[in-house]
């Protein structure tokens, strides 16, 4: 087993070029755990965690419904964002600037074999950090993602979360509102859930904007701590 994770921040990149980069390291794990069982070796297979800014984009899960997506192609051109259909759970989502998106590429056999573990340990991964600037983040039943004064009138949603996993290889991840411009969000039914309010971390706090670099650092500090990894940083050559 093997529980080193090289962690890349990709800085802001267009989230097609972000997926077909995920899609390579996903297949890379796939291929190498093949091989392993080919030959009957360790599963040494190795584990990434990319962090990444993404240009305006709406996303769609595999079992999502479009008509949650409230705008035209013509209103997406004249917003400055994109659209994509892709293959992982949950329905439409929005990626932006200064939102912090995460994509763990991990084989589980690594860790553990337990996809609800697994999204649950993400999910305690953003309560944790935002409880290091005095937020009481926690999970509503039947939703996925991080929300805030869940059971009451004002809840809010800080944090969306959609993996897609085979053979217990993990893509796709979660999209943390730090700095986010929330007016894009009233262009969409957020995960499809009619009714509940998107928030972000600098509004909560009532700052103009929050530090990126430092929320990263606390989201990986308390991944390594819950997933018992250790991680490498991959630096640019």
């Known amino acids: 087993m093997n529980n080193l994770v ?14 077909e980069y995920q899609e390579s390291l996903f297949k890379k794990i796939l291929d190498c755990k093949v091989k392993n069982r080919r030959e009957s070796t360790d599963n040494n297979t190795p584990n990434y965690f990319l962090l990444v800014e993404h240009p305006h984009v ?31 759970g949950g329905d439409i989502t929005y990626h932006g600037p200064g939102q912090i998106v995460g994509y763990p590429v991990l084989d589980l056999e690594n860790f553990f074999t337990d996809i609800h573990k697994y999204l649950r340990f993400l999910e305690e991964m953003v309560i944790l950090t935002l409880s290091e600037y005095g937020l009481k983040a926690e999970r509503s039943e039947g939703e996925t ?16 979360m959609g993996v897609r996993a085979s053979r217990w290889v993990t893509m796709h991840g979660f999209a943390l509102n730090v700095n986010s411009d929330l007016g894009y969000f009233d262009y969409m039914i957020p995960c499809g859930i009619k009714g509940k309010a998107v928030t972000s971390l600098n509004v909560e706090l009532g700052k103009a904007e929050v530090n990126l670099a ?4 606390k989201l990986l500090k308390h991944f390594a701590q819950l997933f018992e990894a250790e991680l490498h940083q991959k630096t640019e050559v």
């Open 6 to 19: 090289q962690v890349e921040d990709l800085g802001r990149k267009n989230y097609k070029e972000s997926w």
């Open 58 to 88: 709406y996303t769609l899960g595999k079992s999502g419904d479009l008509s949650n997506l409230l705008i035209s192609k013509e209103k997406l051109n004249e917003i400055g964002a994109t659209y994509y259909k892709i293959n992982r």
């Open 145 to 160: 993602g991080v929300w805030l004064d869940v059971g009451t009138p004002f809840a809010r949603k800080i944090c969306a």
């Open 214 to 217: 430092e929320v990263k650092e």
